[in-house]
Structure formats: structure tokens, C-alpha cells
């Protein structure tokens, strides 16, 4: 059974960091490409970052900059390093995996991050 666990998020003021992580069971994290989307309140569903089970890292526009992508194999583990928040991050963040680059086929429950002004 494949579980994808997020945890890390939180409160925080603009210009402050959180770091989330996605802990995976149940699936070859280190052979698996890995991502990140957000849900916002009355938005979809938005691409945040991607790294390929090679380390090529891939990020929205948005957060270019401001967010890195990282992943630690031996824990099967994936982070989301979010530096300068602003209140237009504010959302539900979900870790994904793919199945093929782009496809995705597990997501995890998700974790609220919240940005104040």
C-alpha cells in the first residue's frame, strides 16, 4: 500500500521559511520522480515543484527562487524548502508521485501552510 505522509506546515509571517517533508512507504521512492502541488481556497489544484528520480528539479514560476525541491532517498524522503513566503502562498500542499514524468498516481493528504500578512 503506497502512503505519502507531508508534515512541516504551519503558520508563518510573510518573508518567513517552513520546510515540509513527505514521508513514502509502499512505493521505489528512489526510482520514482516526485512533486509538490498546492490548493489554494476556491482555486485549483496548482503545480508547485517536481525532481525527477535523477535530481533534475523543475519549479512554477511563482516560487522560482524561493523554493527548492530536494529529496533524500536513503529516508524516502521528499522536502519543500520555502524561503520568502508571502500570503499568496498560503494553501494545502501535496506531495505527489509519478508514475512517468508528469503522471501522477499517489498523492498524500496534504498539509496547510499559512501565510500572514
Known amino acids: 500500500q503506497v502512503q505519502l505522509v507531508e508534515s512541516g506546515g504551519g503558520l508563518v509571517q510573510t518573508g518567513g521559511s517552513l520546510r515540509l517533508s513527505c514521508a513514502a512507504s509502499?512505493?521505489?521512492?528512489?526510482?520514482?520522480?516526485m512533486g509538490w502541488f498546492r490548493q489554494a481556497p476556491g482555486k485549483n489544484r496548482a503545480f508547485v515543484a517536481a525532481?525527477?528520480?535523477?535530481?533534475?528539479?523543475y519549479y512554477a514560476n511563482a516560487v522560482e527562487g524561493r523554493f527548492t525541491i530536494s529529496r533524500d532517498n536513503a529516508k524516502n524522503t521528499l522536502y519543500l524548502q520555502m524561503n520568502s513566503l508571502k500570503p499568496e502562498d498560503t494553501a494545502e500542499y501535496y506531495c505527489?508521485?509519478?508514475?512517468?514524468?508528469?503522471?501522477?498516481?499517489?498523492w498524500g493528504q496534504g498539509t496547510q501552510v499559512t501565510v500572514s500578512s
Open positions: 525532481i525527477s528520480w535523477s535530481d533534475r528539479t
Open positions: 509502499g512505493v521505489s521512492f528512489s526510482t520514482s520522480h
Open positions: 505527489v508521485r509519478a508514475r512517468e514524468w508528469a503522471i501522477y498516481d499517489y
